[in-house]
C-alpha cells in the first residue's frame, strides 16, 4: 500500500468512524430510554398522558441524550482546533527546545530532524513526557504543518540512537499516512460518547447528600446515565481498536522500509517487554483517551479491546527467531541491570564519522514518474541516509543560527537576496521598509558570510529546519515577515524558482500551523473537475525545464498524456511564468488521493522528459508535492 493508497483508507476510516460512532449513539439512546421508561413510564401513563405522554417522555429523552453526545463531542473537538501541541501539553509534555544542549534531547531533536527532511515533510514540534518511566511515544496533529512528536523520559533514557530512530519513524508514519487526522477527530467524537458517563460520575460523588424521593431519582438517574456511558465506553474502545490495530501493524512496517533495519525498531519493542515499567504511562484517565495513537499500549486492555496487536507478534514479525523465552531472559537480566540507551551508543562508536560529500551543485539527476510517485511519503533507508548528509553536511554556524529566534529571520532572508547588486540594493530596501535596517544588514551579512557559498541542495532543508521556530511568532510579526520575503522575491521583477518555492513552502508549512484546525479534508475531485488548472501546472514545469519552446511542448503533452489523454489542451505557458501557480494550488489540492498519484507522475513526467532534472527542478518538484500535501523525501542523486 503505497501514501495514496493509504490516503484513500484513511478516508474510508473516517467513514467508517461515522457509522461506527452513529451505531455507539444509537446504543446509547436506547439504553436511557429503556431506563426512562422503567422509571418514568409508569407515572407518566398513570397521570393521564397514555401512548402520547410516553412517546413524549422517549422523544425528550433521546433529544436530551443526543444533545449532551453533540455538544460534549463538539466541545471537545473545539479545546483541539491548536493540533498537536494541545494534544502535547494536555498530556504533561515539555517542549524541547531548538538550541538544547543535554545530550539524550538534543540526540532526540537530531533524529525528528533528519526524518523529517528525509521524508519532506516539515519537521514537527517535539515535546518529552519527563514524569513517564515507560517507553512510548505518539505523534499528534491535523496535518504535518502542525505535528507534534512526543515521547517519554523511558524512551530518552532506555533505547539507543537506532532504536529511537525506528520509534520516530514508526510515528511519522502516522504523519505522513494521514492517520493523525483521523485520531484527533477520534478524541473528539468518543469523548462526546462518554459525556453521559462523566455526568453520571459527578452526580453520584456530589449529590450523595439528597434525602427523600427527589434524591433517590437523583441517584437512580445517574446510575442510569453511567450505564449508559459504559455502553458508550464498550463502544468507544470497540472502535478505537477497530480503527488503530491495522495501522500499527502499517506504520512498524513503514518504519522498517525507511530505515531499513529491523533491529531497532524490535529492540524498542523488547525493551517495552523485558522492563517492568514496559510502555504504561501513569495518568490512566488520559490514557483511555489517546490509547489509539500510541506507539505502545499506554495500560492494560482485554485483547477485544487493545488498540495494538500483542507485543510479542510485533517483535515476531520483525525478528521471527524471537520467542517469549528470549523476552522472558531479557526481562530478567534488565531487571538487575536496566539498559542506558547513551551509553549503548558510546559503545558502538557512534560518534560522528565523516559524512559523504554533496554531488556537485550542476549535477543532474534521473528519475522516472512511477519512481516519484512511489517515493511520496515512503521514506527508505537510502532517503534517511541522504538526510543524514543534509544534516551533518549543513555547516555549524548555519544550523545554530536557524535555531536562534533573533537570527532565524535575517537567515531565511539571506537566502532570496540576489547575487547582483542593483538587485540586492532594492530587496535591502524592502526589508529595511518593513522590518528594520538592522534586519536588512545582517540578512547581508549572513548572505557574505554563509549563504553565497551555500550548496544549492542544502537551502531548503535549512529552510525547513528553521521554520520550527518561525511559527513560534505572533501572527502580525509572521505575516509582515511573509509580507517581506514577498517583497524582496519581486524586487527585480522575475521570480527565480528557488525564490518561488521558498516563498511558496512558507505560505503552507508555517501558516498553516497557524490555523490547524481550518485544515482541509481529503479531497474528492476528479481530474476532469480541474483540466485547466493541471494544464497550467503542467506548462509552467515543463517551461521551467526545458531550453527551447518545442522541449517544453513536447514534455507538457507527456504529463499530459498521464492524467488527460483524450483531452485536447493546447500548449500555453502563461505570460506570469512561475506565479501563475498560485491559482492551481486549491482546486488542486482538492483532487482524490489517487487523482493526486496519478498528477504526480504526470509533473515528473514533464520535468524529467529530458531525461536529467536540476537541482532547481528537483527544488520545484518537491515544493509541488508539499503544496499538495504529498510529501516527496529528499533525492540526491538518480536510483
Same mark, same amino acid.
Not at 430510554?33 to 413524549?56: K, P
Not at 460534549?72 to 517542549?95: F, H, I, K, N, W
Given at each position: 500500500?503505497?501514501?495514496?493508497?493509504?490516503?484513500?483508507?484513511?478516508?474510508?476510516?473516517?467513514?467508517?468512524?461515522?457509522?461506527?460512532?452513529?451505531?455507539?449513539?444509537?446504543?446509547?439512546?436506547?439504553?436511557?430510554?429503556?431506563?426512562?421508561?422503567?422509571?418514568?413510564?409508569?407515572?407518566?401513563?398513570?397521570?393521564?398522558?397514555?401512548?402520547?405522554?410516553?412517546?413524549?417522555?422517549?422523544?425528550?429523552?433521546?433529544?436530551?441524550?443526543?444533545?449532551?453526545?453533540?455538544?460534549?463531542?463538539?466541545?471537545?473537538?473545539?479545546?483541539?482546533?491548536?493540533?498537536?501541541?494541545?494534544?502535547?501539553?494536555?498530556?504533561?509534555?515539555?517542549?524541547?527546545?531548538?538550541?538544547?544542549?543535554?545530550?539524550?534531547?538534543?540526540?532526540?531533536?537530531?533524529?525528528?530532524?533528519?526524518?523529517?527532511?528525509?521524508?519532506?515533510?516539515?519537521?514537527?514540534?517535539?515535546?518529552?513526557?519527563?514524569?513517564?518511566?515507560?517507553?512510548?511515544?505518539?505523534?499528534?496533529?491535523?496535518?504535518?504543518?502542525?505535528?507534534?512528536?512526543?515521547?517519554?523520559?523511558?524512551?530518552?533514557?532506555?533505547?539507543?540512537?537506532?532504536?529511537?530512530?525506528?520509534?520516530?519513524?514508526?510515528?511519522?508514519?502516522?504523519?505522513?499516512?494521514?492517520?493523525?487526522?483521523?485520531?484527533?477527530?477520534?478524541?473528539?467524537?468518543?469523548?462526546?460518547?462518554?459525556?453521559?458517563?462523566?455526568?453520571?460520575?459527578?452526580?453520584?460523588?456530589?449529590?450523595?447528600?439528597?434525602?427523600?424521593?427527589?434524591?433517590?431519582?437523583?441517584?437512580?438517574?445517574?446510575?442510569?446515565?453511567?450505564?449508559?456511558?459504559?455502553?458508550?465506553?464498550?463502544?468507544?474502545?470497540?472502535?478505537?481498536?477497530?480503527?488503530?490495530?491495522?495501522?500499527?501493524?502499517?506504520?512498524?512496517?513503514?518504519?522498517?522500509?525507511?530505515?531499513?533495519?529491523?533491529?531497532?525498531?524490535?529492540?524498542?519493542?523488547?525493551?517495552?517487554?523485558?522492563?517492568?515499567?514496559?510502555?504504561?504511562?501513569?495518568?490512566?484517565?488520559?490514557?483511555?483517551?489517546?490509547?489509539?495513537?500510541?506507539?505502545?499500549?499506554?495500560?492494560?486492555?482485554?485483547?477485544?479491546?487493545?488498540?495494538?496487536?500483542?507485543?510479542?507478534?510485533?517483535?515476531?514479525?520483525?525478528?521471527?527467531?524471537?520467542?517469549?523465552?528470549?523476552?522472558?531472559?531479557?526481562?530478567?537480566?534488565?531487571?538487575?541491570?536496566?539498559?542506558?540507551?547513551?551509553?549503548?551508543?558510546?559503545?558502538?562508536?557512534?560518534?560522528?564519522?565523516?559524512?559523504?560529500?554533496?554531488?556537485?551543485?550542476?549535477?543532474?539527476?534521473?528519475?522516472?514518474?512511477?519512481?516519484?510517485?512511489?517515493?511520496?511519503?515512503?521514506?527508505?533507508?537510502?532517503?534517511?541516509?541522504?538526510?543524514?548528509?543534509?544534516?551533518?553536511?549543513?555547516?555549524?554556524?548555519?544550523?545554530?543560527?536557524?535555531?536562534?529566534?533573533?537570527?532565524?529571520?535575517?537567515?531565511?532572508?539571506?537566502?532570496?537576496?540576489?547575487?547582483?547588486?542593483?538587485?540586492?540594493?532594492?530587496?535591502?530596501?524592502?526589508?529595511?521598509?518593513?522590518?528594520?535596517?538592522?534586519?536588512?544588514?545582517?540578512?547581508?551579512?549572513?548572505?557574505?558570510?554563509?549563504?553565497?557559498?551555500?550548496?544549492?541542495?542544502?537551502?531548503?532543508?535549512?529552510?525547513?529546519?528553521?521554520?520550527?521556530?518561525?511559527?513560534?511568532?505572533?501572527?502580525?510579526?509572521?505575516?509582515?515577515?511573509?509580507?517581506?520575503?514577498? *517583497? $524582496? &522575491?519581486?524586487? #527585480? =521583477? /522575475? %521570480? @527565480?524558482?528557488? +525564490?518561488?518555492? !521558498?516563498?511558496?513552502?512558507?505560505?503552507?508549512?508555517?501558516?498553516?500551523?497557524?490555523?490547524?484546525?481550518?485544515?482541509?479534508?481529503?479531497?474528492?475531485?476528479?481530474?476532469?473537475?480541474?483540466?485547466?488548472?493541471?494544464?497550467?501546472?503542467?506548462?509552467?514545469?515543463?517551461?521551467?525545464?526545458?531550453?527551447?519552446?518545442?522541449?517544453?511542448?513536447?514534455?507538457?503533452?507527456?504529463?499530459?498524456?498521464?492524467?488527460?489523454?483524450?483531452?485536447?489542451?493546447?500548449?500555453?505557458?502563461?505570460?506570469?511564468?512561475?506565479?501563475?501557480?498560485?491559482?492551481?494550488?486549491?482546486?488542486?489540492?482538492?483532487?482524490?488521493?489517487?487523482?493526486?498519484?496519478?498528477?504526480?507522475?504526470?509533473?515528473? *513526467? $514533464? &520535468?524529467?522528459? #529530458? =531525461? /536529467? %532534472? @536540476?537541482?532547481? +527542478?528537483?527544488? !520545484?518538484?518537491?515544493?509541488?508535492?508539499?503544496?499538495?500535501?504529498?510529501?516527496?523525501?529528499?533525492?540526491?542523486?538518480?536510483?
Amino acid at each position: 500500500m503505497n501514501f495514496f493508497e493509504h490516503q484513500a483508507a484513511a478516508r474510508r476510516g473516517s467513514l467508517r468512524m461515522v457509522v461506527l460512532f452513529a451505531l455507539a449513539v444509537a446504543g446509547i439512546v436506547a439504553v436511557v430510554d429503556l431506563v426512562v421508561l422503567v422509571l418514568f413510564g409508569s407515572q407518566v401513563w398513570a397521570s393521564g398522558g397514555g401512548n402520547g405522554g410516553v412517546i413524549a417522555l422517549l422523544a425528550m429523552a433521546t433529544l436530551g441524550t443526543l444533545a449532551v453526545i453533540g455538544l460534549g463531542s463538539l466541545y471537545r473537538l473545539a479545546s483541539l482546533r491548536a493540533g498537536g501541541e494541545t494534544v502535547a501539553l494536555q498530556m504533561g509534555g515539555s517542549e524541547v527546545p531548538q538550541d538544547v544542549t543535554d545530550l539524550s534531547l538534543r540526540r532526540l531533536r537530531n533524529v525528528v530532524e533528519e526524518i523529517a527532511i528525509a521524508s519532506g515533510v516539515p519537521v514537527p514540534r517535539v515535546y518529552v513526557l519527563e514524569n513517564e518511566a515507560g517507553i512510548n511515544a505518539f505523534a499528534a496533529g491535523y496535518s504535518p504543518a502542525d505535528a507534534a512528536v512526543a515521547v517519554t523520559r523511558g524512551a530518552l533514557d532506555r533505547l539507543n540512537r537506532d532504536e529511537l530512530q525506528g520509534v520516530i519513524a514508526h510515528e511519522f508514519s502516522h504523519i505522513l499516512n494521514g492517520d493523525m487526522r483521523l485520531n484527533l477527530r477520534l478524541m473528539g467524537v468518543l469523548f462526546g460518547i462518554m459525556m453521559l458517563s462523566i455526568i453520571g460520575q459527578r452526580v453520584l460523588l456530589y449529590g450523595r447528600g439528597g434525602r427523600g424521593k427527589d434524591g433517590a431519582a437523583v441517584l437512580m438517574i445517574a446510575l442510569a446515565a453511567m450505564v449508559a456511558g459504559g455502553v458508550g465506553l464498550f463502544f468507544g474502545r470497540m472502535i478505537k481498536a477497530g480503527v488503530s490495530r491495522q495501522r500499527e501493524l502499517l506504520a512498524d512496517a513503514s518504519a522498517v522500509q525507511f530505515t531499513r533495519q529491523t533491529a531497532g525498531l524490535a529492540g524498542a519493542l523488547k525493551k517495552i517487554g523485558g522492563l517492568d515499567a514496559g510502555s504504561t504511562l501513569e495518568d490512566k484517565g488520559k490514557v483511555e483517551e489517546v490509547s489509539h495513537m500510541l506507539f505502545g499500549e499506554g495500560r492494560a486492555y482485554s485483547r477485544l479491546f487493545a488498540t495494538h496487536p500483542p507485543l510479542l507478534q510485533r517483535i515476531c514479525t520483525l525478528d521471527p527467531l524471537f520467542g517469549k523465552q528470549q523476552l522472558d531472559d531479557l526481562a530478567r537480566r534488565w531487571a538487575v541491570s536496566p539498559p542506558d540507551g547513551l551509553q549503548e551508543d558510546v559503545a558502538k562508536g557512534l560518534a560522528g564519522s565523516e559524512p559523504p560529500p554533496l554531488p556537485l551543485a550542476s549535477a543532474s539527476i534521473s528519475l522516472t514518474p512511477a519512481m516519484v510517485a512511489a517515493q511520496v511519503a515512503t521514506p527508505a533507508d537510502d532517503d534517511y541516509g541522504r538526510a543524514h548528509v543534509i544534516a551533518t553536511t549543513l555547516p555549524d554556524a548555519l544550523r545554530v543560527l536557524a535555531r536562534q529566534r533573533d537570527q532565524v529571520m535575517p537567515l531565511l532572508l539571506g537566502l532570496v537576496l540576489d547575487a547582483t547588486e542593483t538587485v540586492a540594493a532594492r530587496q535591502r530596501f524592502e526589508i529595511a521598509a518593513r522590518l528594520g535596517a538592522a534586519t536588512a544588514e545582517r540578512a547581508v551579512e549572513l548572505r557574505e558570510q554563509h549563504l553565497r557559498t551555500l550548496h544549492p541542495m542544502l537551502r531548503l532543508p535549512l529552510a525547513a529546519l528553521a521554520f520550527p521556530l518561525l511559527r513560534r511568532f505572533p501572527r502580525p510579526e509572521l505575516d509582515a515577515f511573509i509580507d517581506t520575503v514577498d *517583497a $524582496a &522575491v519581486h524586487a #527585480d =521583477g /522575475q %521570480v @527565480s524558482l528557488f +525564490e518561488y518555492c !521558498l516563498a511558496r513552502l512558507l505560505q503552507v508549512q508555517v501558516r498553516e500551523a497557524l490555523s490547524p484546525g481550518r485544515g482541509k479534508p481529503f479531497g474528492r475531485r476528479k481530474p476532469h473537475d480541474v483540466r485547466q488548472p493541471f494544464a497550467t501546472l503542467l506548462a509552467v514545469v515543463a517551461q521551467a525545464g526545458h531550453d527551447t519552446p518545442v522541449k517544453a511542448q513536447h514534455a507538457y503533452l507527456a504529463g499530459l498524456q498521464r492524467v488527460l489523454p483524450r483531452d485536447h489542451l493546447p500548449y500555453a505557458p502563461p505570460a506570469r511564468g512561475v506565479l501563475a501557480l498560485d491559482e492551481v494550488w486549491e482546486p488542486l489540492d482538492a483532487l482524490d488521493p489517487l487523482a493526486k498519484e496519478l498528477m504526480v507522475e504526470a509533473v515528473a *513526467a $514533464a &520535468v524529467s522528459h #529530458d =531525461g /536529467q %532534472v @536540476s537541482v532547481e +527542478e528537483a527544488e !520545484l518538484l518537491r515544493t509541488v508535492c508539499a503544496v499538495l500535501h504529498c510529501p516527496l523525501p529528499a533525492m540526491l542523486e538518480g536510483k
